[in-house]
């Protein structure tokens, strides 16, 4: 009977032993084998991006998947003409164009791509535009003209009485491009662009914002000011122009390429330079264009609603067509921050021969977006030297804007125009503007 319980406990402690072994091995297999990155938040490391992908991600955004949040089934919007793979099921990136320097492991079968990828221990962000609407190409046209003339002219009344209605709640909440979409992407046209049903506007609108790399000031952008226009009955284009490459930010220059291409695609006559981090608190702040150029962004919370000097005249700036035609733009040799905007104030009184408006202080009130890690560029070192040196403004503006266009990508909400600045050396600033050194 003992000999019978011995071999009872060796079977079952062989048993044991023999598990735990197996437990071992599959727990160093597992260790050994990269982590699988699913589609619902693949990552790329902030580094790499600064470095390549503001050069090749504009060409991931036309063939890139929108992510279903539900991952039921496929939804693929891509340019034509584009060769793309699928990628775990609903990412397709642009197989041709993608370099971005990862260890990628790709195991293919029939139906399916699945790619691993061996993660860092950098910070990461996550691929740009997923789950926002992509469209190869629109037309940017008016209704019948018959029907549309026989329409009345808008016009928002801001007489009311109770100034309550007219306060803006400001939403902080990140949404997904799908969700923005779905609540305020009704009526509006591919691009961004949006003209009342039932009256007749009397201008048309260029909202136009430098960007590059801010996506969650973007999104909350894009959630505030759709509402805030189609309240107001604007016929509108919202244009994102986004400087790819590591040169130095050119806010100036990317508000004048922003005029050109919009000129190509509709006949604006009103155009308004906006910072993307700055949303509007009050109903009666119209976003339309008067006789004289207006300074928008005048009270900014972060300033405690006061106005920092008097010839301040950066933020958000509203230009008719001639009048902006009449300054010459934005002047393009003030690399990185800082110098641009008193520059153009100059330009309005010098060489316009205009004053700027301003709406009341407790209309023109803004709110400034100072969440989500975002650090402004270094100080231009030379912006005084050039605002100061009273050059000719005829040297420098629309005309000396050199930019290389990648493409024009039309989403639901907005206007993509990807485009390269290269930086012009201060010392050739100096020579074209005549700029003298100081002895």
Not at 30 to 38: D, G
Not at 58 to 78: D, G, W
Not at 336 to 363: A, F
Request: with cysteine; aromatic share 12%.
């Amino acid at each position: 009977m003992f000999q019978n319980r011995r071999t009872v406990f060796l079977f079952i402690c062989s048993i044991v032993f023999v598990q735990a072994l197996y437990y071992i091995a599959t727990l160093q297999i597992k260790k050994s084998q990269p982590p699988i990155i699913h589609t619902s938040s693949i990552l790329i490391s902030t580094s790499l991006y600064n470095k390549s992908s503001d050069k090749h991600l504009p060409s991931v955004r036309q063939t890139q998947t929108r992510l279903n949040a539900s991952n039921s089934t496929e939804k693929t919007n891509y340019t034509v003409g584009f060769k793309s793979v699928n990628i775990s099921h609903n990412l397709t990136i642009n197989n041709s164009s993608l370099n971005i320097p990862l260890n990628l492991t790709t195991t293919s079968t029939a139906t399916t791509t699945t790619t691993t990828i061996k993660t860092t221990t950098l910070s990461t962000i996550l691929i740009p535009f997923l789950n926002a609407s992509l469209y190869s190409s629109f037309n940017f046209t008016k209704p019948s003209v018959d029907i549309y003339n026989s329409l009345p002219i808008c016009n928002f009344s801001i007489l009311n009485n109770d100034t309550s209605v007219y306060k803006v709640i400001i939403s902080q909440t990140l949404h997904s491009y799908d969700i923005i979409e779905q609540r305020y992407g009704k009526n509006l046209y591919p691009g961004g662009h949006y003209i009342p049903q039932e009256c007749r506007t009397e201008q048309r609108l260029a909202l136009i914002i430098c960007y590059r790399n801010r996506e969650q000031h973007l999104k909350m952008f894009l959630d505030n000011i759709h509402p805030f226009l189609q309240k107001q009955q604007l016929d509108y284009t919202i244009f994102i122009i986004n400087q790819n490459g590591n040169d130095q930010f050119n806010r100036a220059a990317l508000f004048n390429v922003g005029y050109l291409e919009a000129m190509k695609l509709y006949p604006y006559d009103c155009f308004i330079f906006h910072d993307v981090d700055l949303l509007p608190e009050d109903l009666r702040n119209i976003y339309k264009c008067g006789d004289q150029p207006r300074h928008m962004s005048v009270a900014v919370d972060k300033f405690n609603y006061k106005l920092l000097y008097s010839t301040l005249f950066g933020g958000v700036t509203a230009f008719s067509l001639s009048d902006f035609v009449g300054t010459h733009g934005y002047p393009t040799v003030y690399w990185g921050w800082g110098g641009e905007d008193d520059d153009m104030y100059l330009r309005v009184v010098k060489k316009l021969k205009k004053s700027i408006t301003r709406y009341p202080m407790e209309i023109a009130r803004y709110k400034m977006v100072r969440t989500h890690d975002h650090t402004s560029g270094k100080a231009n070192p030379h912006r005084h030297t050039i605002l100061y040196s009273k050059y000719d403004y005829n040297l420098d503006g629309i005309n000396a804007t050199n930019y290389t266009l990648h493409n024009i990508e039309f989403y639901k909400l907005f206007t993509l125009i990807n485009v390269t600045l290269t930086e012009e050396p201060f010392e050739h600033i100096r020579a074209r503007l005549h700029i003298k050194k100081k002895k």
